[in-house]
């Protein structure tokens, strides 16, 4: 009789409530569904800033108890279409979703713990990026980056920290505002280097210093041209990168899939044949 419930078990069954699910959850409809959604609730969320008639302040509060419930039937569905519940939990992303839809449940809207309630649902526009892989793939590449990106950082601050010494040596006279020290220098030149209003305070000190422009210049071209640059050139290498290795992971998981589809279909026969035979007998 063991025997006869293991290979009951083994029979795919495509109408239950797990296949159905999983197909659901893998629909490219319900995912823009949901996408809509996320943005509908990033749309109420932006409508609780504004001074809005009590009347349709009480619409806002229905709404959103509206989505948090609908998150909740979506990570449901999520969690029983996963072939091994225990998965679920293996990605990040689904333990951040679960927790964000979980503690928007706690009904904190007229307790002092408001505020966090309303950053939590904030945090529910970050679904979006585990909804698409896309976005997922964007996060991914930029955290794989970041330690590439950590050494242009402090190769940056370094060069940030010597002009700003200079720049406070020879300009504090002038404007102590902007260079009184090496801090302030910093700052400054963090505004040069965003273009904002540069100008102005190249001006000033030319008037003292008619050569500093090549101080500003040079500035300029290593932080604004070349760093930020390879910055980007670093962030683009990493997002192809990964797209190959999608690619390629696609590409392999293809074959393996149709083979791996080819066994369930003779496992399917040969579980059928044994039922028949127990049946018989």
């Not at 495509?14 to 659901?24: D, G, M, T, V, Y």
């Not at 950053?119 to 896309?134: A, C, D, G, K």
């Not at 990493?238 to 791996?260: D, F, H, K, T």
Request: charged share 20%; no cysteine; net charge negative.
């Amino acid at each position: 009789m063991s025997g006869h419930s293991d290979l009951s078990e083994l029979h795919f069954d495509p109408n239950s409530l797990q296949a159905r699910f999983h197909r659901l959850r893998s629909n490219k409809a319900f995912e823009l569904f949901v996408v809509a959604i996320i943005v509908f609730s990033a749309l109420v969320i932006g409508a609780k800033t504004y001074d809005i008639p009590p009347l349709l302040s009480q619409v806002i509060v229905v709404l959103d108890w509206l989505i948090t419930l609908f998150f909740l039937f979506e990570i449901t569905i999520r969690f029983i279409g996963e072939p091994r519940k225990r998965d679920f939990f293996k990605s990040a992303w689904n333990i951040f979703d679960t927790l964000i839809v979980v503690i928007s449940l706690v009904p904190i809207e007229d307790s002092d713990m408001a505020l966090v309630g309303r950053l939590i649902r904030v945090f529910r526009v970050l679904r979006m990026v585990s909804i698409i892989p896309e976005l997922r793939i964007l996060l991914s590449s930029l955290i794989k980056a970041m330690p590439q990106l950590g050494y242009v950082a402090l190769l940056m601050f370094i060069i940030f920290y010597i002009y700003g010494a200079v720049g406070s040596f020879f300009f504090a006279p002038i404007n102590d505002v902007l260079w009184g020290d090496i801090a302030v220098s910093m700052l400054t030149l963090f505004r040069v280097m965003t273009f904002e209003d540069w100008t102005d305070v190249m001006y000033e000190t030319m008037e003292q210093y008619p050569l500093s422009w090549m101080y500003y210049v040079s500035f300029i071209f290593l932080t604004a041209f070349a760093f930020l640059n390879m910055i980007i050139g670093i962030v683009v290498n990493v997002i192809e990168s990964e797209n190959r290795a999608r690619q390629i992971e696609e590409e392999g998981e293809q074959p393996a899939r149709s083979e791996l589809e080819a066994q369930l279909i003779q496992l399917q026969k040969s579980v059928d044949e044994l039922l028949a035979l127990n049946k018989k007998s």
